[in-house]
């Protein structure tokens, strides 16, 4: 299914365009303008979990906000080596959202219906391009562990309310946000 893209998601990549033709020009995404792609990839993370939980969709702008960051953020990082850089993260997104295809695929096959969307598929690759392999496959994890403690925990305190489906992309993009907080710190 192909959609046109809203005002608010081009604004979005427009605005992690302008911060990383700055970076670029300035050679460096460090100080004030490292700030800024943190706040823009903040709020790309927020947009996605409100909309997952609303309607069960994860907006295309914010992904591709997600990925225009990550990718200014990881080429700059290597100024002399770009080009191999640019290799693994292509690698990266490949892997992480194709990780997330087969995954989708299999459920189907399985169970004759889709369990996961192709906007979780989408953002597993940009969510690869922001954090890389290791960092996506933490993130998952953490967003795993997350899904279970909400749905033990809606399970406990309203038995009656029968949960079929979880909002992953709302608990993957927060979780891939604070990993490349922690890579950008030299924490991970």
Same mark, same amino acid.
Do not use: H, Y
């Given at each position: ?8 998601e ?9 911060v ?8 460096a ?7 800024? *792609? ?11 979990? *409100? ?12 992904v591709?906000?997600?990925?225009? *960051? ?13 080009? @191999?850089?640019?290799?693994?993260l292509?690698l ?6 194709? @990780?997330?295809?087969?995954v989708?695929? *299999? ?16 953002l ?19 967003? @795993? ?44």
């Amino acid at each position: 299914m192909v959609r046109s893209l809203k005002a608010i998601e081009m604004l979005a990549i427009l605005a992690a365009c302008l911060v990383a033709a700055i970076a670029l020009f300035n050679g460096a995404l460090t100080g004030s303008w490292l700030l800024l *792609a943190i706040v823009l990839v903040m709020a790309q993370v927020i947009r996605i979990v *409100a909309q997952d939980i609303v309607d069960f969709t994860v907006p295309d702008g914010a992904v591709v906000t997600l990925a225009v *960051a990550g990718a200014v953020e990881r080429l700059l990082g290597v100024q002399d080596a770009w080009q @191999s850089e640019l290799l693994v993260l292509v690698l990266d997104a490949a892997l992480c959202g194709l @990780s997330f295809l087969a995954v989708r695929e *299999a459920f189907f096959r399985i169970k004759g219906f889709d369990g996961m969307g192709f906007g979780d598929v989408k953002l597993a690759a940009a969510c690869g391009v922001l954090v890389g392999m290791e960092g996506f496959a933490w993130s998952v994890f953490a967003a @795993s562990a997350l899904g279970l403690v909400v749905a033990l925990g809606v399970a406990l305190v309203k038995p009656e309310l029968k949960m079929d489906r979880l909002p992953f992309g709302a608990l993957l993009a927060p979780a891939c946000w604070v990993i490349w907080l922690m890579q950008l710190w030299g924490a991970a």
